[in-house]
């Protein structure tokens, strides 16, 4: 490189883009991106997914059958296998043979070149006197090219991007860039929690000198991750307005009213949870609370007192479901239990021919309940004197979306609601922001739905099992996989395959089959669910469109084809739809698991029936991710973190986020300044506008 190119390069800032690297062209560049990388300082939080330990060579000859090693051979021939989709390579190690196999890699054979030396990271097993090595880090060198020792970070990858490539990007990238990451954490904190600091940190994430420093940079970046996340829902939790919230009425005439209409008495849990609402209630402070409670525990039922409490107080409720289905059924139950006390509840969704009507009512304030979707959140929806929001299945919506709710009325006491438990620790830190009520048990008779999984050659016995319930009366639903990775119940590959079974099975006699699918116009949904609840149908074939709130108390047995294809809440959501009335329900995982974590999450179906134990199985299994929802909630997620094997720099750095609140309530001191801009660039994204500002 010339010196004029040297010197440009010494004044590249972190938030340069990438492209401006050499060998960073735009093809490369498009892959960077759907990695999330876009500039220098992105690639810095693009962390390795593990290291693989080159600082320790092992000759073939010194291999030990099922350890793991790193090896240096020379490629002597290379051989796919076009019908069994299997790579074989063949290497040497002066007189000693090494075989490595890849599967369904065909694209890997143009790599392994004959006469170039590799090297090799991954379990050795013996077979037939020789050593084999299956899908093992690799390394390709060039006759010029030095390897990379000691620990040596593996990257995700994207499209054609190659590891080599990475790794070496890295190691160009990294140590230059790292000394410019600032450190937002305050010296006094770093000190006292005995943290090294970030720019380091960012460093050894990377390129470790030892196995010691990796750990000890993990756990600055993961404190880091926990910290973020406590000030941010700390500081959303802070956001109640100096100007006070209006008190609702939870002990006036249409509440107790309400609860004297029940057929049934309340739980002990709905009691324990409605004494906890009650009381913010009572106060002018606006209430922000998490409902938890498993399917079928009775959280509609407290959901409804908290509104009548509205109502008594002179003031409007809304009730936000995640679809239009749920919210139809949920507008149906609503207007059955409030029925005697001769309520009017309003129905507002996107496709509402009546909309028009609906809003006008709501800006008038003639009608005090309403129960719709997102439809609500619409700036041309208005309210005359909002004061309950409750927003059904919280992980379907996010921060951003529960705030636009409450800036309908002024400063609205709300209760968020989910059937997706997650262990309490993490339901304090995710939903930091609000207060924290659990429904424990299931309501009196209530039995837990036997669960069995077969595989695809057993299947007859679950619709054996379906024919059976039919003939006794009972109903039933066969819930079709996921055909694709991102296939969801809108998902046209779900809906086609609901279609295709639904056809093949209206060809058996013996029973009626009916047809539910995202894909279909609202009207023929509600229809379809109309006389499913009315029997006219014996057996739903559906898509996962029926995961929450579809309640069907005569429907006894679920199907759940290729049930390995879905998660466990959501296999406990689909669980929850059978067993709701007097009879036992049954349900049936039909799946052949590929996978060690497949096999997993089927097992724990079979094992356990509460909400709570599953989602500590699915963090176990999955990590925290996916299960806490932090793309809807809307505050940067865990990267590193896992708030079960890094439960103690969890509750530190809650502890830190409380006493830095607490110490500075608007971050005036100079040192916390960093540290604000960090969180508020979390934020910005969680809140609209008019919420921070």
């Not at 796919?80 to 490595?100: I, S």
């Amino acid at each position: 490189m010339s010196a004029k190119g040297a010197d440009s390069r010494a004044s590249w800032a972190a938030s340069d883009l990438v492209t401006k690297w050499p060998g960073v062209g735009p093809s490369r560049a498009r892959e960077l991106e759907n990695l999330g990388v876009r500039t220098f300082e992105d690639l810095l939080g693009l962390w390795p997914h593990r290291h693989m330990d080159r600082s320790v060579i092992t000759p073939v000859e010194m291999l030990r059958d099922q350890e793991s090693a790193t090896v240096r051979a020379v490629i002597r021939r290379v051989q796919y296998d076009r019908f069994k989709q299997l790579l074989r390579v063949e290497l040497e190690d002066g007189a000693w043979p090494l075989g490595a196999v890849f599967f369904h890699a065909a694209w890997l054979q143009k790599q392994f070149v004959p006469g170039q030396e590799a090297w090799l990271s991954g379990k050795a097993e013996r077979r037939g006197g020789k050593f084999f090595m299956t899908h093992p880090d690799f390394q390709i060198l060039k006759p010029t090219e030095q390897p990379l020792l000691g620990l040596v970070p593996v990257y995700p990858l994207s499209g054609s991007l190659k590891q080599s490539f990475m790794q070496r990007l890295m190691q160009d990238i990294v140590p230059r860039f790292a000394p410019q990451v600032g450190d937002p954490v305050p010296p006094d904190v770093q000190q006292e929690e005995g943290l090294m600091g970030r720019a380091q940190a960012v460093l050894y994430q990377h390129f470790p000198p030892s196995q010691d420093m990796l750990e000890a940079s993990r756990k600055r970046l993961v404190f880091d991750e926990f910290l973020r996340i406590a000030l941010a829902v700390l500081i959303m939790h802070r956001l109640d307005p100096k100007i006070p919230g209006l008190a609702q009425n939870p002990d006036g005439p249409a509440a107790r009213a309400f609860v004297a209409s029940l057929p049934f008495t309340l739980t002990p849990g709905q009691r324990k949870a409605w004494g906890e609402i009650r009381r913010d209630l009572k106060s002018q402070r606006p209430m922000a609370r998490l409902l938890q409670g498993d399917v079928g525990s009775g959280k509609t039922v407290v959901a409804i007192l908290a509104m009548l409490a509205a109502v008594d107080a002179g003031h409007q409720a809304a009730f936000m479901a995640p679809t239009e289905l749920l919210a139809e059924q949920q507008w149906q139950v609503l207007n059955r239990f409030l029925g005697p006390l001769d309520l009017n509840c309003l129905l507002l969704t996107g496709r509402d021919r009546r909309a028009g009507d609906a809003r006008e009512a709501l800006q008038q304030g003639t009608v005090p309940l309403v129960v719709g979707t997102q439809a609500l959140i619409a700036e041309r929806v208005g309210f005359s004197k909002l004061g309950v929001v409750v927003v059904d299945e919280q992980h379907r919506f996010g921060v951003k979306q529960r705030a636009r709710l409450s800036l309908k009325g002024v400063y609205p006491d709300m209760l968020v609601m989910t059937a997706t438990p997650i262990p309490r620790t993490l339901a304090l830190t995710v939903y930091g922001d609000l207060e924290v009520s659990e429904i424990s048990g299931l309501p009196p008779g209530r039995k837990p739905v036997e669960t069995v999984h077969i595989s695809h050659k057993e299947r007859k016995a679950a619709y054996a099992a379906v024919m059976a319930a039919v003939k006794r009366g009972e109903q039933a639903y066969v819930v079709c996989p996921l055909v694709g990775g991102d296939d969801d119940e809108e998902g046209s590959g779900s809906a086609k395959a609901a279609v295709d079974l639904a056809q093949g099975m209206e060809k058996l006699p013996g029973w009626r089959v009916g047809l539910l699918h995202g894909k279909m116009a609202s009207k023929e949904k509600t229809e379809a669910m109309a006389r499913f609840r009315a029997r006219e149908i014996d057996v739903m074939v559906t898509t996962t469109i029926v995961e929450v709130g579809v309640d069907v108390p005569n429907a006894t047995v679920m199907v759940i084809e290729d049930a390995d294809r879905f998660g466990l809440a959501q296999l406990h959501q689909l669980r929850g739809r059978v067993g709701r009335g007097d009879a036992p329900g049954q349900c049936f995982l039909i799946a052949d698991p590929k996978t060690e974590q497949a096999q997993d999450r089927l097992s724990a179906m079979v094992r356990y029936h509460e909400g709570i134990r599953l989602a500590e199985e699915d963090l176990r299994i999955r990590g925290p991710g996916e299960i806490l929802g932090m793309r809807q909630h809307g505050v940067t997620g865990f990267q590193l973190a896992n708030p079960i094997k890094d439960l103690e720099w969890l509750q530190r750095a809650r502890q830190v986020a409380r006493r830095l609140i607490e110490s500075d309530p608007q971050f005036s001191e100079s040192g916390h300044q960093p540290l604000w801009q960090w969180v508020r660039e979390a934020l910005d994204d969680a809140m609209p506008a008019q919420v921070l500002h």
